[in-house]
Each structure stands twice: as C-alpha cells, then as structure tokens.
C-alpha cells in the first residue's frame, strides 16, 4: 500500500525557512519520480517542484533560487528545503509520486504558513 506522510510545516515570518519532509512506504521511492505539490485556502493545486529518477531536478518560477528538493533513496525520503519564505507560499504543501505533472498517488500535507 503506497503511503506519503509529511512533516516539518509550521509557521514562520517572513524571510525565513523550513524543511519539509516526506516518508515514503508501501514502494521504493528510487524507482519513481517525485514532486512537491501546494494548496492555498480557496485555490487550486499548484505543482512546485519536482525530481526525476536521475535526480534533475524542476521548479516552478515563483519558488526557484529559494527552494530545493532533495531525496534520499537510502532512506525513503523526499525534502523540500524551503529559504526565504514569503507571505504568497502559505499553503498546505504535499509530496506526491510524479515529475512536474500533478497526477500521482498524494500524502495529506502539512501546513505552512508565512506571517508576513
């Protein structure tokens, strides 16, 4: 059974950082490419950033030079690095199996929130 659970949202002022993670079970995360994906109160999702099986790496233009994804395929994890945070980046943000598509199989999300 395919499970994404997040952690390490919270709340945090503006300008400064978090580090989001994904514990990935149910299926080896090496073998698939992975992505961040964000909701904001009364918006649609919107695909953030993601990485490839050969670790290159996309990110959308209102978050790169601020944000890096990383795995680790050891062990079973995906991060989210996330520097200079801005008021516009609070979101529900979820890890979820896929490169810059948002189609795959999703966690539940852990909430960040930007006082500004």
């Known amino acids: 059974q395919v499970q994404l659970v997040e952690s390490g949202g919270g709340v945090v002022q503006s300008g400064g950082s978090l580090r989001l993670s994904c514990a990935a079970s149910g299926f080896s995360l090496r073998s698939f490419p992975m992505q961040w994906v964000r909701q904001a109160p009364e918006k649609g999702p919107e695909w953030v950033s993601g990485?490839?099986?050969?670790?290159?790496?996309a990110y959308a233009d209102s978050v790169k030079g601020r944000f890096t994804i990383s795995r680790d395929n050891a062990k079973n994890m995906l991060y989210l690095q996330m520097n200079s945070l801005k008021y516009e980046d609070t979101a529900l943000y979820y890890c979820a199996i896929g490169f810059t598509r948002i189609s795959g199989p999703r966690g539940q999300g852990t909430q960040v929130t930007v006082s500004s």
């Open positions: 990485i490839n099986l050969g670790g290159a790496t």
